[in-house]
């Protein structure tokens, strides 16, 4: 290792002892005891819960990319300013709140001349030289992913792109002929186990393969192409953890093929990320259950054959999430932006009805998100996932789709990142301000190789939670990634749009586009809050008492 990377991962160790010293303090200030950390007790810690929550993924992310640098002297200067811009970031943190964090920011003082050595604008300017050659650093995939990668972005720069901006300025549908391409192109069967027409063979190519995939789709359009897999991919964990073999025969295959689309609904309009509280109805009745209440956000649900609904089968409320259940809704696809069914008379108890309504947006267009009411609707018995085993397993057979999704969107808002650096890049090279080109400006430069800095760690740190998830790890890592990288999105299509200057705004420019369909990114998936004070800080402070513990 260079004397340069000896101190980046010097500055890295330093950091890292910072965030475990002070997630200690989080998990003795919110203590449940036996080793837990307490919800309401954490409430009253949520600044510091945030920022620990942040600050732990970036080092998280750090550690990645000492990796990264190994493979050349570019992609070691892109690590090692990635690093410097972090461990500064983390000083900034805890500057004026250490007696709450319970550490100095002085104790990172060893680490000052290495971030004074990258963060210098002569260095940053040394990454920009790089950057019409290099872009933002190459993946270091091996052959089969290198093909996956090729493959899908033909597929973004040709079919998605030329349609991208169309869908997001009408509000239209996702065209039918993109989608039938993208089931001949083997998309929607990614995660899908071979024996069921799929070609997810288990391990970590599975996500690999999805991640790599869902970025370049994304860097074609985040609403048209990134995120039409992501629905399938949700399901198909689903039952592949927990539906009964009859069930898989049934609709896996015809996931695979493209010729079931799916919908998601899980959230109402009173219950986001509370997903405990949740009170759509599932009652049994002969030969099923009947369904009543209203699901809100149901992305795709109307282009959708299949929904995937999560309902309390148990009316007391006490139950929680335990008394959840998960069940496949048949539908018809419906375009446009409404729906209204009705069952027919002879269904088991009177027909039923399901209405939905497209929900208007600023971004993320195509695939629309509805809300739909459910008044008395009919589902087999058959399709409740798992069967009588399935009853009150929702929640957690859900969250094996969501954990991955929470991946999926780190890797939608790398490919987002990319093409909002592509096009700040291109126009800067382009645009003449003051007698020369926007990109030879000292500050323009800077943003740039920020950018590229940025997102190639949130590639590289995605690929590596896949490897974790491939190996049966990896749930904090996927929210951890998704936090941190989703907030990334923001600044980097903001910049990206900057660099526009006034043509930013126009929407005659994808870049515009861009910055409204990654203010998502932190929204969707697990809002970035409730991963950070619900997920992430909570599994550090008490990862922080297990070591504790485990010394003594």
């Not at 039923?352 to 509805?370: F, L, N, Q, W």
Request: net charge negative.
């Amino acid at each position: 290792m260079s004397e340069p990377l000896r101190a980046a991962a010097a500055a890295v160790d330093d950091a890292a002892v910072l965030v475990d010293a002070a997630c200690l303090r989080l998990a003795h200030a919110a203590g449940g005891g036996k080793g837990r950390v307490s919800g309401p007790a954490l409430d009253d810690h949520q600044v510091l819960a945030y920022d620990l929550a942040h600050a732990a993924s970036a080092v998280e992310a750090a550690r990645v990319m000492l990796v990264y640098a190994e493979h050349g002297e570019y992609e070691s200067r892109l690590a090692r300013f990635f690093i410097a811009d972090a461990v500064a970031d983390l000083a900034a943190k805890i500057t004026g709140r250490e007696a709450l964090w319970g550490v100095e920011a002085a104790e990172l003082a060893a680490a000052q001349p290495f971030l004074e050595a990258h963060r210098s604008p002569a260095f940053i300017d040394e990454i920009a030289d790089h950057l019409v050659r290099d872009s933002t650093g190459p993946a270091h995939l091996d052959d089969e992913f290198d093909l996956v990668r090729d493959t899908f972005h033909r597929f973004a720069s040709d079919r998605i792109r030329p349609v991208a901006e169309h869908v997001h300025r009408a509000n239209t549908d996702i065209p039918e002929d993109l989608i039938s391409g993208l089931a001949e192109l083997g998309g929607f069967g990614l995660s899908v186990p071979e024996e069921y027409g799929g070609f997810a063979v288990g391990g970590p190519h599975d996500y690999l393969g999805m991640v790599v995939a869902t970025e370049e789709l994304s860097w074609g359009s985040l609403g048209v192409g990134g995120s039409l897999i992501t629905r399938p991919e949700i399901l198909t964990r689903a039952l592949v953890k927990g539906g009964t073999e009859e069930q898989k025969r049934r609709w896996l295959p015809r996931i695979a093929t493209g010729e079931l689309m799916v919908g998601v609904m899980v959230t109402e309009p009173d219950y986001g990320s509370d997903v405990a509280s949740l009170t759509t109805g599932a009652t049994a009745v002969d030969g099923g259950y009947r369904i009543n209440g209203v699901k809100t956000w149901a992305t795709l649900a109307g282009r959708a054959n299949i929904l995937m609904l999560l309902a309390r089968t148990d009316p007391d409320r006490a139950s929680g999430h335990r008394g959840l259940s998960l069940f496949v809704v048949d539908k018809d696809p419906a375009p446009g932006h409404a729906f209204a069914f009705t069952q027919p008379a002879d269904t088991p108890g009177g027909g039923g009805k399901m209405e939905g309504r497209a929900i208007d947006t600023i971004g993320y267009r195509g695939m629309h998100s509805y809300e739909v009411a459910f008044d008395d609707w009919f589902v087999p018995a058959e399709n409740l996932v798992g069967g009588p085993d399935g009853l009150g397993k929702g929640f957690y057979l859900q969250m094996e789709g969501f954990e991955n999704g929470r991946l999926q969107t780190a890797a939608r808002a790398v490919g987002l990142m990319q093409a909002a650096f592509d096009a700040g890049l291109a126009y800067a090279q382009d645009r003449q301000v003051f007698g020369k080109a926007v990109f030879d400006y000292q500050l323009s430069r800077a943003k740039l190789a920020r950018m590229a800095a940025l997102i190639q760690a949130g590639r590289q740190f995605s690929y590596d939670v896949a490897g974790q998830m491939g190996r049966g790890e990896g749930t904090l890592g996927a929210s951890m990634v998704k936090a941190y990288v989703c907030r990334a999105a923001e600044w980097v299509t903001r910049e990206a749009m900057q660099l526009h200057g006034g043509m930013g705004y126009a929407e005659e420019f994808a870049v515009s586009r861009y910055f409204v369909d990654a203010r998502v990114l932190s929204i969707f998936e697990g809002a970035d809050e409730t991963l950070c004070l619900r997920v992430i800080a909570p599994r550090l402070a008490e990862r922080a008492l297990a070591s504790t513990s485990s010394t003594r």
